[in-house]
């Protein structure tokens, strides 16, 4: 049993008891600390009662709660700051030798005895994503739904493995897991960390879509870090939605191409099983997606991505009813190409009436 509450930095110490990472980070802590001052803390951190009364522990997080801890000692955070933090018993907290992945939130978020089913929603996701077999006599209601992508003003259409079959679990840190341990596409070979994605998980209002990892994304293992995330948040702010409440943001492919290349249609098939069971999980209100490759792998539609932008679409999940789409700039683009900043202002006015 867990629960999720706002608390003051100051009441927060580092556990010596249960922390996960056994690894050092591949991030200096100055880096770190920049980014959380820049974005926010995007991920709960997970804690226990301490032994004093009024104190918790950290047992998931520890490099941020030090990260934070140095804004405050500078000065850059005030010195009564407050963060969400997720609590768990002691039971939760303590993890079977050799297993970091049963504290939520922490590297891996796996309980006790949920190894066997990420193992098996990745066989069936890699088994759903090789093509078909059949020849001849297959009715098309049974064959595998198609994702269209515009690659160079082509049409290219791939096809998508079957949620209910790849990944159809009700438990966040069972897909969550799925999605680190992933080796259903190449692009595995030489990442640092997959980015599932960070924000809020209860209460969503908006999920933000974007297209993929980028180098910091992959080194920190949070989405939209850098300049980028920062002018999203700001445009976000400005837009009157708070970029740090109700807001899950992740990418349409979880790993980082190499060189930062687009990621190409084969790619984003193997991945959008994941995608579609993070909206069915979270249910967001409204799904602002960022950019050409984004908006075509939520509406499916292939149609050209200005066409797409200036309108309410509508994505469908498998169970519940519609949810609004808004399509937009994504970030990055926007800092190469200031004068889209205006109609990327209209896109976000426009999903600010939806609710």
Request: proline share 6%; net charge positive.
């Given at each position: 049993?867990?629960?999720?509450?706002?608390?003051?930095?100051?009441?927060?110490?580092?556990?010596?008891?249960?922390?996960?990472?056994?690894?050092?980070?591949?991030?200096?802590?100055?880096?770190?600390?920049?980014?959380?001052?820049?974005?926010?803390?995007?991920?709960?951190?997970?804690?226990?009662?301490?032994?004093?009364?009024?104190?918790?522990?950290?047992?998931?997080?520890?490099?941020?709660?030090?990260?934070?801890?140095?804004?405050?000692?500078?000065?850059?955070?005030?010195?009564?700051?407050?963060?969400?933090?997720?609590?768990?018993?002691?039971?939760?907290?303590?993890?079977?030798?050799?297993?970091?992945?049963?504290?939520?939130?922490?590297?891996?978020?796996?309980?006790?005895?949920?190894?066997?089913?990420?193992?098996?929603?990745?066989?069936?996701?890699?088994?759903?994503?090789?093509?078909?077999?059949?020849?001849?006599?297959?009715?098309?209601?049974?064959?595998?739904?198609?994702?269209?992508?515009?690659?160079?003003?082509?049409?290219?259409?791939?096809?998508?493995?079957?949620?209910?079959?790849?990944?159809?679990?009700?438990?966040?840190?069972?897909?969550?897991?799925?999605?680190?341990?992933?080796?259903?596409?190449?692009?595995?070979?030489?990442?640092?960390?997959?980015?599932?994605?960070?924000?809020?998980?209860?209460?969503?209002?908006?999920?933000?879509?974007?297209?993929?990892?980028?180098?910091?994304?992959?080194?920190?293992?949070?989405?939209?870090?850098?300049k980028a995330g920062?002018?999203?948040?700001?445009?976000?702010?400005?837009?009157?939605?708070?970029?740090?409440?109700?807001?899950?943001?992740?990418?349409?492919?979880?790993?980082?191409p190499r060189s930062?290349?687009?990621?190409?249609?084969?790619?984003?098939?193997?991945?959008?099983?994941?995608?579609?069971?993070?909206?069915?999980?979270?249910?967001p209100r409204g799904?602002?997606?960022?950019?050409?490759?984004?908006?075509?792998?939520?509406?499916?539609?292939?149609?050209?991505?200005?066409?797409?932008?200036?309108?309410?679409?509508?994505?469908?999940?498998?169970?519940?009813?519609?949810?609004?789409?808004?399509?937009?700039?994504?970030?990055?683009?926007?800092?190469?190409?200031?004068?889209?900043?205006?109609?990327?202002?209209?896109?976000?006015?426009?999903?600010?009436?939806?609710?």
């Amino acid at each position: 049993m867990s629960t999720h509450f706002e608390i003051d930095v100051a009441k927060l110490t580092l556990s010596t008891r249960y922390q996960a990472r056994k690894t050092p980070g591949q991030v200096s802590l100055s880096e770190l600390a920049d980014s959380i001052e820049a974005q926010g803390l995007l991920q709960n951190l997970v804690v226990t009662k301490g032994k004093k009364r009024g104190t918790y522990e950290v047992i998931a997080g520890g490099r941020r709660l030090q990260a934070m801890q140095t804004l405050i000692e500078s000065g850059r955070w005030a010195k009564e700051t407050t963060v969400w933090v997720t609590q768990v018993d002691n039971e939760q907290a303590r993890r079977p030798k050799g297993n970091e992945a049963n504290i939520p939130g922490g590297p891996v978020s796996v309980e006790s005895g949920q190894k066997e089913q990420v193992a098996a929603a990745l066989q069936a996701l890699r088994q759903a994503s090789r093509p078909s077999q059949e020849t001849g006599g297959a009715s098309r209601r049974n064959s595998p739904p198609l994702l269209q992508i515009d690659v160079d003003k082509t049409l290219v259409e791939v096809p998508v493995a079957r949620v209910d079959a790849a990944v159809g679990t009700s438990d966040w840190g069972v897909l969550e897991a799925s999605i680190l341990a992933c080796e259903v596409c190449d692009l595995h070979v030489g990442r640092h960390s997959a980015v599932p994605g960070a924000g809020a998980v209860e209460a969503v209002d908006w999920m933000v879509v974007g297209e993929a990892p980028g180098d910091r994304d992959d080194r920190l293992g949070q989405p939209f870090q850098g300049k980028a995330g920062e002018l999203l948040h700001a445009m976000l702010q400005a837009a009157g939605i708070d970029p740090h409440k109700a807001v899950f943001y992740t990418n349409a492919v979880k790993c980082r191409p190499r060189s930062n290349r687009p990621p190409s249609p084969a790619e984003i098939a193997a991945c959008l099983p994941y995608l579609h069971s993070q909206i069915s999980l979270l249910k967001p209100r409204g799904i602002l997606a960022l950019g050409r490759l984004a908006a075509q792998t939520l509406l499916a539609d292939g149609k050209p991505f200005e066409s797409q932008r200036g309108q309410v679409h509508a994505y469908t999940p498998q169970q519940g009813g519609a949810i609004p789409v808004v399509v937009t700039y994504h970030p990055a683009s926007l800092l190469s190409r200031p004068s889209h900043k205006a109609a990327s202002w209209r896109d976000l006015n426009l999903a600010r009436t939806l609710f």
